[in-house]
Structures are given as C-alpha cells and as structure tokens.
C-alpha cells in the first residue's frame, strides 16, 4: 500500500504540481524508500520509470503508484540488473521512448546482509560493491545524454555505516563510501553541464529490512538518537523533493545526512555489536 497520498500532498509545504512535466528513473523504486520516494515526486506531478529485478514487485510497484495522481505515467523496467550496463540501458531507451525524456535519477538499488569478515567470501563482497557501487555508475552512464539534455539531477542514496568502521558492514560501508566519492566527483565533473548531484544518507528508517537486520534492540537504539525516534520513509522522501526541487538549484555535490543527528553519537548501530550473528562455534578460517 501507498505510504503518501492526497492528504500529505494537501498538507506538505510543497505545491502539487513543483514537478509537472518531469521525469523520475528509479533503480530500487519497488523497494521500501525508493518507492516512497517516487511517491512523493508522482503525487507532486512526476511521472516515473520504476526499475527493478524482480518483474512482480517492479510490476506491482508501478502499477499502485500509477493510482496516485489522476493522469500519472507510471512504467515497469522490471528484469533490470544495474549490475550490467547494456540492461540499465535497455531500462533508459524503454523510459525515454514511452515518458519522452529523464530530468531526475534516484541510484537506490542496494544489496545488504551481515557478515563477519571470516565468513564474507570475496564473490559475497564484491556482490555488494557491484549492485552499490558499479551499478550506482551504471545507472548514470546510461541516464547521461537525458541528464546532459534536460540539466537533470541525481540523488545516490547512501548510509551513514561509513562513517565508522561498522561490524560485519565491511561490504556495504566500502561500497557506500564509493558511492558518495562517485557522487562528489560527478557533481564536480557535470556542473559545468548544468548536471547536479548529491547524495541522501539515511539513518535508521522504521519498516526497513536494513534496520530490522541491523540493530538487535530498538529502544536502545532510539534512545541514543538526538531527535528520540526513527526516520520514515517520509522523512527521506522529503529531502529527496527537496533536492530535486529549484530550491536546491545550487546545491551539489553533498550529502544530506537523514537521521535526527544519530550518526554524530557512535556508530550506525549504536554501539552495539549483534552479537547474535557471531558463530562462536565455527571453525577459525577464512571463506574465499
Ligand atoms: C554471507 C552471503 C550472505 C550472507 C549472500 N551471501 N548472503 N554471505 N552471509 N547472509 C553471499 C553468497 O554466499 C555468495 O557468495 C554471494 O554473497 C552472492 O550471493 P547471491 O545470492 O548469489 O547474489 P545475488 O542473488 O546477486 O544477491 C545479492 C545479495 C542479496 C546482495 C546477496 O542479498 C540481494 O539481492 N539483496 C537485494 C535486496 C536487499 O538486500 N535489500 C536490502 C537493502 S538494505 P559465494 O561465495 O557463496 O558465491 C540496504 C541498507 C544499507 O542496502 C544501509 C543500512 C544502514
């Protein structure tokens, strides 16, 4: 289901129609952010392109964030592997050829687990750094000529996991570290083209798988955030509106941290190790 709708069009600062005209790529957009993300960029006149692996959830994905604006162009890329650049592109000739043209591009397609290092084998950290990291690239290469024509903007959604040395995160943290330098270096490279780029960080978002998987006790958690409770995905769809708005029309190259200040009082997690994914009992020895 829906998390926005009409009433947080009707009550949110932002006119209805900021983006009418406009056109959203999203990789990961069936996912739990990345969806609520184009919600709020579809409700506030976007149209969208959805991209994803799974065929029935992009599919499903789509079809329900059609329902939310009268007159709302919502399509499926399903069967998109960011991981290969000719599929990303095949995503992006499909968009462009049934929405007319990519103004904004959300890099969200992430893959996360937790492992020790003893038991991350190298096709398992490279897994994660390829979906991340190469697909992350990917998705600009092939969005480059509609960015480059419509002086679009992207937003990467990365974390705060790097800014510390997070246990059993030492995928996704090198992998999230590269997305923002890519990130900070296209800004650089593209404004001259009128290209903007930054990148959202979420802290910890309620109803996330990443969270779920992440921290073993919640109350604890909370307690530790300066603003005293989780984001949501409204939290996150808001700065991405934001950033992709004219009032953000000289801001790139960032990273706007979503996370009522959690990260400046420890690790991502909150100090605690969870402990329960530790296999005392497995034999010393590595995994390649
Ligand atoms: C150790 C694991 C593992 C685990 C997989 N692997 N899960 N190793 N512990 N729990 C290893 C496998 O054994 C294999 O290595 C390698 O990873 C690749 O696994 P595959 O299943 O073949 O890969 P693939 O099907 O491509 O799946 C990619 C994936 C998967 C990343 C492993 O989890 C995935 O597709 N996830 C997408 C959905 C997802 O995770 N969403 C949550 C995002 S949350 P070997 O050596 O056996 O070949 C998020 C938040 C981050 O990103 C920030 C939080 C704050």
């Known amino acids: 289901m829906a998390r926005l709708g009409q009433s947080w069009v009707e009550q949110s600062v932002w006119k209805p129609d900021l983006f009418k005209g406009k056109v959203v790529f999203v990789t990961g957009g069936a996912g739990t952010i990345c969806k609520v993300q184009t919600e709020a960029l579809v409700l506030l006149g976007a149209d969208a392109a959805i991209v994803g692996r799974n065929q029935e959830k992009t599919d499903a994905a789509a079809a329900e964030l059609a329902q939310l604006?009268?007159?709302?162009?919502?399509?499926?890329?399903?069967?998109?592997?960011?991981?290969?650049?000719?599929?990303?592109?095949?995503?992006?000739?499909?968009?462009?050829?049934?929405?007319?043209?990519?103004?904004?591009?959300?890099?969200?397609?992430?893959?996360?687990?937790?492992?020790d290092f003893n038991h991350l084998s190298s096709n398992a950290f490279k897994s994660v750094v390829d979906?991340?990291?190469?697909?992350?690239?990917?998705?600009?290469?092939?969005?480059?000529?509609?960015?480059?024509?419509?002086?679009?903007?992207?937003?990467?959604?990365?974390?705060?996991l790097h800014y510390y040395g997070v246990p059993f995160q030492i995928h996704v943290g090198a992998a999230k570290a590269g997305v923002d330098a890519l990130s900070q270096a296209?800004?650089?490279?593209?404004?001259?083209?009128?290209?903007?780029?930054?990148?959202?960080?979420?802290?910890?978002?309620?109803?996330?798988?990443g969270l779920s998987r992440l921290v073993p006790d919640l109350d604890a958690y909370i307690a530790r955030i300066p603003l005293q409770r989780l984001g949501s995905t409204q939290d996150?769809?808001?700065?991405?509106?934001?950033?992709?708005?004219?009032?953000?029309?000289?801001?790139?190259g960032t990273v706007q941290v979503v996370d009522g200040a959690a990260w400046h009082m420890g690790t991502s997690m909150g100090n605690t190790y969870p402990v329960q994914i530790i296999n005392r009992n497995s034999e010393p020895g590595t995994k390649l």
């Open 69 to 115: 604006r009268p007159g709302a162009r919502v399509i499926s890329c399903a069967n998109t592997d960011v991981r290969k650049v000719e599929s990303i592109k095949a995503a992006v000739d499909k968009t462009v050829a049934q929405l007319g043209r990519i103004d904004f591009v959300i890099a969200g397609a992430a893959g996360n687990f937790l492992s």
């Open 236 to 252: 996150i769809a808001e700065a991405t509106v934001y950033l992709f708005s004219d009032a953000a029309s000289y801001v790139t």
């Open 186 to 209: 296209l800004a650089v490279e593209l404004g001259p083209l009128g290209i903007r780029s930054n990148c959202i960080a979420p802290g910890g978002i309620a109803e996330t798988e």
């Open 131 to 160: 979906i991340d990291l190469l697909g992350s690239y990917n998705t600009v290469k092939a969005c480059f000529d509609q960015l480059r024509k419509n002086k679009g903007a992207i937003i990467f959604v990365s974390a705060t």
